[in-house]
């Protein structure tokens, strides 16, 4: 066991994902010292940083699977979940733990900048209902803020991002921004596919509960970079002189990050795992950003406990594995020391931690309230090439049924329109090109006219249904799981509720009848041997996971109602904060990374 000697932090952050290299840049420009613990591999140098980046990049075209992490190296010592290993027990070669009636379908990656190195992009967000359940529609619950509250946080975590969007197309269901307000970057051109959607669908409506509601495609904000905006101006920026000059330094570039790290957004079709011109916004750009005399970074450092004074129940350090090889199990034990202590892993490693350093006298909440966006597809071919597998996953959606009287009885839910066929749903193009080959027999001129008039028609809908916070969806621990370091593997209990399901009943009537509209040939199949099959009013469904892992250390106004206060510090311990996606109480219909990012802000500040 060893101290990091003679040195005391003014802060010390457990991640380096959205959430920690937030509050830490914000942090050490405030001139407080700051240690920041990463259990994944990485490198704080920029130079090291790109050829890094190179190596995911070789990772990436050499791998077979072209899956969410298949871009980064398999961790051992800093395991993360693989969505090709949602067993259960007995059978639990995974990382979770999955003991059901749903297996829980998403996953992160442990590395430097954390899933934002794979992440989408989207930046939407939440409506003002959103904050507001139980006294808008008399289910779930309130968050102990609103959006007012966050409004200008959300300006902040836009900037810091360098979202590209047009504000006309995004003051929706009760979405505000201040007069005048820009987004950094001007929005990501919508797609063919996208326009013709617009065309096909203008002026249609559906019904639900007697009420006709708008189904109208809107293009998507997004956390990679576009055009410049040159009328935008940062939250709170007075222009100077230099700055109407536009000299040198003083004009918006977009994303905050070094100038020659992310070039424009080229409609390379490999945003999920990796882009390869940086374009996509990831958090290591936030982290350049940090004052570095006031910022120590230890990369392979695992944290494995929080250590607490029995006295005053505040935190007094905490323990980490420090290992050289990520291909050997040896590691020394290591102590970090400091004032304030931030937790920034996502919700489930918090989670986890917590549990695993508290033990009996743990929140009652803790690892609770667990929610996801379950994703139910929709697939077909349209009469007409729409130019599948072109530019970044999606460009557009369909928002306006975010948002309804329906959702006093049911889930709401976002349309996703995806730009790259039939790619989740069916593994294309390489697994229609082996059918058509193996099973069809076609080769030659008939195999490539055949298999481009097809691809090209490609077409899927994402609908990402909101999931209502239950207590039985939670994160546990048991010394029966450990992983290699001899850490603690998070056990996931998992289901959803008749509210979630009847939004995907709601769902389905959605795209099928969309389908009619656009003259889709509907190829949707829900197969009952898939992990996530499950019958509901007598109808079969198969979903996916979206990455949006929320809950577990859920703020409140009280700590009999939370985990965390709306700043989130821990109602238990006064000297600890507990950061990111797990501290919110809804997950709404939107992408979360936005409003982690401005709670963050907010709880840094």
Same mark, same amino acid.
């Given at each position: ?8 932090y003014?802060?010390?952050?457990v ?12 942090l050490?420009?405030? %001139?407080?010292t ?5 259990? %994944? ?14 190596e ?49 379908? *998403? ?29 808008? @529609? ?16 959300? %300006? ?5 991002? #360098? ?7 995004q ?9 005048? @307000? ?17 065309e ?8 639900f509960?007697n ?188 928002? *306006? ?27 294309a193009?390489?697994?229609p ?89 509907? @190829? ?14 007598g ?20 700590e ?6 709306? @700043?989130?510090? *821990? ?10 996606? #797990?501290?919110?109480?809804?997950? %709404? ?17």
């Open positions: 066991m060893s101290e990091t000697k003679d040195k005391i003014d802060v010390v952050i991640g380096s994902g959205i959430a920690g290299s937030l509050i830490a840049k914000y050490t420009q405030k %001139g407080k700051v240690l920041l613990l990463e259990a %994944g591999t990485g490198s704080y140098d920029l130079s090291q940083n790109w050829k890094d980046y190179q995911y990049m070789k990772t990436f075209f050499m791998s077979q699977e072209k899956g969410v992490n298949s871009a980064y190296p398999v961790n051992l010592d800093a395991p993360s979940p693989s969505l090709n290993s949602l067993s259960t027990p007995p059978d639990d070669s995974g990382y979770f733990v999955q003991m059901g009636p749903q297996n829980f379908g *998403s996953n992160f990656v442990r590395i430097n900048g954390g899933t934002t190195q794979h992440w989408l992009g989207t930046c939407l967000r939440m409506l003002p209902d959103d904050f507001r359940m139980k006294s808008t @529609y008399g289910v779930e619950v309130d968050w102990p803020i609103t959006y007012d509250d966050l409004e200008n946080w959300y %300006g902040f975590a836009e900037y810091e991002i #360098g979202v590209s969007a047009d504000v006309d197309e003051d929706y269901l009760g979405i505000k921004f201040p007069k005048g @307000y820009r987004y950094p970057m001007r929005k990501i051109p919508q797609s063919y596919l996208d326009q013709k959607l617009t096909g669908l203008k002026g249609k409506t559906i019904e509960e009420k006709e509601y708008p189904v109208k495609v809107v293009s998507t904000p997004q956390g990679r970079n576009s055009t410049p905006d040159p009328d935008y101006r940062p939250v709170g920026f007075e222009p100077t002189e230099k700055w109407k000059k536009g000299e040198k330094g003083f004009q918006v570039e977009g994303a905050v990050s070094p100038w020659d790290l992310g070039a424009r957004c080229e409609g390379n079709s490999n945003c999920i795992p990796i882009c390869p011109v940086q374009a996509k916004y990831n958090a290591t750009r936030s982290l350049f950003g940090a004052k570095r005399e006031n910022m120590e970074v230890k990369f392979q450092a695992v944290a494995s406990e929080v250590e607490f004074d029995p006295e005053t129940n505040e935190v007094k350090a905490i323990w980490y594995k420090r290992y050289e090889d990520k291909n050997s199990p040896e590691y020394t034990l290591e102590k970090a020391v400091g004032k304030v202590f931030v937790l920034a892993a996502n919700a489930i490693e918090n989670a986890k931690l917590m549990l695993a350093s508290e033990k009996e006298k743990a929140h009652p909440l803790m690892g609770k309230n667990l929610m996801d966006h379950p994703v139910l597809l929709g697939w077909g071919l349209l009469p007409e090439p729409i130019g599948a597998f072109r530019g970044p996953g999606s460009t557009s959606g369909i928002p *306006s049924l975010r948002n309804g009287d329906f959702r006093k009885n049911r889930a709401a839910f976002r349309i996703e329109i995806g730009n790259w066929g039939w790619s989740w749903p069916d593994s193009p390489y697994k090109l082996i059918q058509s080959v193996d099973e069809y027999g076609r080769f030659g001129k008939n195999l490539r006219e055949t298999f481009k008039a097809e691809t090209q028609r490609q077409f899927r809908f994402g609908f990402l249904i909101e999931q209502d916070p239950q207590v039985s969806n939670s994160v546990t621990i048991s010394p029966n799981y450990k992983d290699r370091l001899g850490n603690y593997r998070p056990i996931i209990n998992y289901n959803f509720s008749d509210y979630t399901k009847n939004g995907f009943v709601a769902a389905l009537k959605t795209y099928k009848e969309i389908f009619k509209w656009l003259n889709v040939e509907n @190829y949707t199949n829900y197969n009952p041997s898939e992990s996530t099959y499950f019958e509901y009013e109808i079969g469904f198969s979903w996916g996971g979206a990455g949006h892992i929320v809950g577990t250390h859920k703020m409140g106004l009280t009999k109602d939370g985990v965390v206060d709306s @700043y989130q510090r *821990s109602f238990d311990h006064a000297n600890l904060f507990i950061a990111g996606c #797990g501290s919110m109480p809804t997950i %709404g219909t939107s992408n979360p990374t936005l409003t982690m990012a401005a709670l963050c802000l907010r709880t840094a500040a």
